[in-house]
């Protein structure tokens, strides 16, 4: 226990120390987020903080599970496998949510990387992704809260919709101040359970990681956030999430410990949905909901104490399915 401790305190000074030399660097350079004109007016006044945070939380997530990997010995030759299925959706959709921002940031492309080809790219890196999956020699199998089914090549698409899926729905909470970092922290907190539950020690490191680097990182972005994590930090986050998942077979539950990402994601196509049936009539004030939080009058800090307690909440609840179901 003392190890974790001390791999966790190490982690959170390595992120901390790294934003700090990090952000006065983006300043400098100017990689300031372009606040749409469409949203909520009390978000003008972020204009120009920098974004890209992503970089630092992978970068710092690598150097802190290889301090946790060495101090909790968590390295075992029968799970070196489970470094790939960890590590290539978390550096894999960082890269794409990278290009993304450097488009937008850099390049003053607003729309970034064209919306079907970034779907199209998503879905080619979780072929790829199953591929190396595969040759692992890993199961088609699902676990349905307590039944296992062995889907055969349909695992397949199922793994290519759901890692889509999880890394869209976190980029689509990342819209306010420590809303998205928060949400992460719990769902992984509840994650690590399961890992610990499972004795699934170099996973459980890679959780260990994250957790410590997104907490640096929320230092620096609760309201008023002085940096963002931007589409490499939320892609990043959204395949580590969903790999993580896939390693603990617990894909399912996802739908319980990531709750409030799935209402965020549903808040959005029930709105696009209503609005073109309606020909422009709205559910929401604007989606996703956290937006509709804010235009109906909540603070920034009431809506990610209200999000987070559901997060919580759900976060438990699926933590404890997991031990008994899973």
Same mark, same amino acid.
């Given at each position: 226990?003392?190890?974790?401790?001390?791999?966790?305190?190490?982690?959170?000074?390595?992120?901390?120390?790294?934003?700090?030399?990090?952000?006065?660097?983006?300043?400098?350079?100017?990689?300031?987020?372009?606040?749409?004109?469409?949203?909520?007016?009390?978000?003008?006044?972020?204009?120009?903080?920098?974004?890209?945070?992503?970089?630092?939380?992978?970068?710092?997530?690598?150097?802190?599970?290889?301090?946790?990997?060495?101090?909790? !010995?968590?390295?075992?030759?029968?799970?070196? !496998? *489970?470094?790939?299925?960890?590590?290539?959706?978390?550096?894999?959709?960082?890269?794409?949510?990278?290009?993304?921002?450097?488009?937008?940031?850099?390049?003053?492309?607003?729309?970034?990387?064209?919306?079907?080809?970034?779907?199209?790219?998503?879905?080619?890196?979780?072929?790829?992704?199953?591929?190396?999956?595969?040759?692992?020699?890993?199961?088609?199998?699902?676990?349905?809260?307590?039944?296992?089914?062995?889907?055969?090549?349909?695992?397949?698409?199922?793994?290519?919709?759901?890692?889509?899926?999880?890394?869209?729905?976190? *980029?689509?909470?990342?819209?306010?101040?420590?809303?998205?970092?928060?949400?992460?922290?719990?769902?992984?907190?509840?994650?690590?359970?399961? &890992?610990?539950?499972?004795?699934?020690?170099?996973?459980?490191?890679?959780?260990?990681?994250?957790?410590?680097?997104?907490?640096?990182?929320? @230092?620096?972005?609760?309201?008023?956030?002085?940096?963002?994590?931007?589409?490499?930090?939320?892609?990043?986050?959204?395949? &580590?999430?969903?790999?993580?998942?896939?390693?603990? !077979?617990?894909?399912?539950?996802?739908?319980?410990?990531?709750?409030?990402?799935?209402?965020?994601?549903?808040?959005?196509?029930?709105?696009?949905?209503?609005?073109?049936?309606? !020909?422009?009539?709205? @559910?929401?004030?604007?989606?996703?909901?956290?937006?509709?939080?804010?235009?109906?009058?909540?603070?920034?800090?009431?809506?990610?104490?209200?999000?987070?307690?559901?997060?919580?909440?759900?976060?438990?609840?699926?933590?404890?399915?997991?031990?008994?179901?899973?």
């Amino acid at each position: 226990m003392t190890n974790i401790i001390i791999s966790f305190v190490v982690g959170i000074v390595v992120s901390v120390i790294l934003f700090m030399v990090f952000i006065p660097y983006l300043h400098r350079l100017k990689f300031g987020q372009t606040i749409r004109i469409e949203g909520p007016k009390e978000h003008y006044k972020k204009n120009g903080t920098p974004t890209m945070g992503g970089i630092v939380i992978i970068l710092g997530s690598l150097i802190t599970l290889l301090v946790t990997i060495f101090v909790t !010995k968590a390295f075992e030759i029968e799970s070196l !496998k *489970n470094i790939f299925l960890l590590l290539f959706p978390f550096i894999g959709y960082g890269l794409l949510g990278y290009l993304d921002d450097y488009l937008i940031i850099v390049k003053k492309n607003n729309q970034g990387v064209k919306p079907r080809i970034k779907f199209m790219l998503m879905l080619v890196l979780a072929g790829i992704y199953y591929y190396i999956y595969l040759s692992l020699g890993m199961p088609n199998t699902l676990n349905i809260f307590g039944k296992t089914i062995d889907l055969g090549f349909l695992y397949g698409i199922f793994i290519l919709l759901f890692i889509a899926a999880v890394t869209n729905a976190v *980029n689509i909470t990342d819209g306010i101040d420590g809303l998205a970092g928060g949400l992460i922290v719990i769902a992984l907190i509840s994650l690590a359970g399961l &890992a610990y539950y499972q004795d699934q020690k170099l996973t459980l490191a890679f959780i260990l990681s994250l957790i410590a680097t997104v907490l640096g990182f929320m @230092i620096f972005n609760v309201n008023p956030a002085s940096i963002f994590m931007g589409n490499t930090g939320s892609y990043a986050l959204g395949g &580590a999430l969903a790999a993580i998942a896939i390693v603990l !077979k617990v894909e399912m539950l996802m739908l319980v410990i990531g709750i409030v990402f799935v209402i965020e994601t549903l808040s959005v196509i029930m709105q696009v949905y209503y609005f073109k049936i309606t !020909k422009g009539k709205r @559910i929401f004030k604007m989606a996703p909901l956290h937006h509709h939080f804010e235009l109906s009058g909540y603070s920034e800090w009431q809506i990610d104490f209200i999000f987070w307690s559901v997060g919580i909440f759900f976060g438990i609840i699926g933590l404890v399915m997991g031990v008994k179901l899973f």
